[in-house]
């Protein structure tokens, strides 16, 4: 049993404090989420020459053999900063299926790109009646001589605008819910019968619905066995999952802080916020869920590489564990700074937002408590 | 980074659960399942073959009878204690009197009390609260006067656990009114069978006797039974507050009532099927599951912090109210998912030789008393709001 960082992800972990400390001040978060590309170009550049892009792949493709406690590091650090960026949409979700899927060939071809920052890419699986279920796929792929033909419907594919292709969950036989029959192909944005409608979300990122009408796509842009691609989605929306918490718990560590500083030095009736005790206790159940919070997200990373049911029950426990204290903590973090906490000119409501998302990424409370259900014996450590 | 215990501590859980499989008596299984309490000699049974062992103060060095245990596998002892149904270790001697005597005893007073203590031959009681001082603790003023080579003890002491089966109390007096409240306090032994000391049970609304008041009147307590210094009571009694209690979360037990409620749920039925099928009872034990594999986590991580090195502090608070909260909320659970057997008062069944048959099923019997009797987990201990207050001030710096 350990739950400390070793020595590198301690280094590690003070690089990218450093990087959001000193380049990702609210103000300048703020004029990035409202340029077009809603994230900056220099900064990937950096994140590249950083390593950051290669961390999680392995060496022989340009990678730092990075594990999942890595990846937990940067994101707590992005939740933190509220960092923009196509990370979790390009490196952790789209390298992930990459790393884990691709052919030998097709990794050769994509995994140095993506690490050295020349090539994005993003998910995209949701549809408008799939809610979270990774296997409700309409979107069909049919044969088409050595190629496929890909139609359908994608709904809220993160940082869309900002990749050059995008990985798409088609069914390509079985009906509109079985998990078998889902396959994933690799399509290029700018392919014909791609139409993207690009929008920013509610936390100033980015997202796309995309149709695809008609695209041809080659035998080769096939990534993974043909029909058995569901196992390796749901793998990796749960390493989305360990992500965007630890993500969070980086977002909630920041709210919990802005809000101990803000009632110990406001004064109202001759006194500080902080002296009253309503007040002390609320601030002690936000404290206590950020606490649980971050538990969960090492539990969660940690049970990423053991057996599925694990993986499952376990990044579920956590999903749901954040989503209910996301609310918890940034309603507080509003509530105690009073009439200052709904100006958009503070990041409280800002990380809110976050919060907000991420709570309905891969899946929310609801959906995710029936999943654990599903999932989990009776648990043991 | 690594949630597991090591291999040694895992063959070591292996080791502690066939030993309790093997020499745990059935009946007694039965009764802690059930939420039944047991009386000394019901304890004693099990605590024999314990103490056989080695067993019975898991927290103690060696030198002192203890097993010389890491803080991981005391964890995994309690862990498999309640997972395995079996009864606590009693109350205050292993986990209170052992760390404070070590501590703060003198060698006469280590080898008078900690050998009946692991023996089970003595058991303790905590003399702190009284009918004036509650959460305000330090208000106390039972009295304790220096007479010659005794202290005069006048006064009362209130919601004392196990007072009727106890053999000594520790007890906070006052020995000085001058100074700060906190100042003045002095900690003592009382033997249980002092004359002046007379108890009185106090019956709590789910018709059990657990707690008690006493009353002393001129009672006299021996100079050598005084714990450390006059006056530095307060601090004695911080530092049992800050001694690691490993299992304050009790989320074993938390886990074995859980797996109760589970095993409930699939046997009562409704609309023709299985209760667990229902989704609010499916939904309701879920997010307690999860609230209970957080606050394991967390209870680790904490474990783990204290192995390496540093103090457990006052964040092991939010353990106990988490914890509390948790198990208070499966006892709800389990009375609603009873539905008309939560009910009946079946406790006069229990009564030996009283020959009344039971009605509904035998899981039901105890539901609604333990539901009651857990209101005292918020209450006890410190309440969960004084808990927050610790937290608030001794973390947060409110």
Redesign the interface.
Known sequence: ?????DEA?QLFRDSVDRFVAEHYDFETRQRIVATDDGYLPEHWQRFAELGWLALPFPEGYGGLDGTP?DTMIIMESFGRGLVASPYLSSVVVAGHILNRAATEQQKQALLPALSDGSLRLTFAFAEPTSRFDLADVSTTATEDGAGYRLNGYKCVVHYANTAHKVLVSARTTGNQRDPMGVSLFLVDMGASGVSARHYPTIDGQRAADIKLDNVRVDADDLIGDKDHASAFIEETCDHGIAATCAEAVGAMSVLYEMT?EY??TREQFGKTL??F?AL??R??DV??AC??????V??A???LTESTAERQC?A??AK??VGKAGRLVGHEAIQLHGGMGMTDELPIGHYLKRLTMINTMFGDIAYH??R??RT?N??S? | MDIAFSKDVQAFRQEVRAFIRTHLPDDIKHRVERGEELDREGHMGWHRKLCQKGWTVPNWPTEYGGPGWSLAQQYVFHDELAFNCAPRLPWYGWDMIGPLLIEYGSDWQRQRFLPPIASGEEWWCQGFSEPNSGSDLASLQCKAVLDGEHYVVNGSKIWITAAHVSDWMFALVRTDSSGKKQQGITLLFIDMRSPGLSRRPIITFDGGHEIDQCYFQDVRVPIENRVGEEGKGWSYAKYLLSVERIGTADVARSGTMLRRLKTIVASERAQGKPLLEDPWFADQIALLEIELKALEVTELRYLFETEAGSDLGPEASILKIRGTEIQQRITELIVDALGYYACPDLRPALWQDANIPAVGPDYAMLASASYFNLRKLSIFSGSNEIQKNIVAKAVLGL
């Open positions: 049993m350990d739950f400390s960082f992800q406690v101990l009632i110990k902080g002296s005790q002390q206790h601030m002690v404290f206590m606490e649980l919070c971050r538990s969960m090492y539990a990373t940690c049970r376990t579920s426990a749901v564990q408590t029936a654990f259900r989990a009776y648990f450590l």
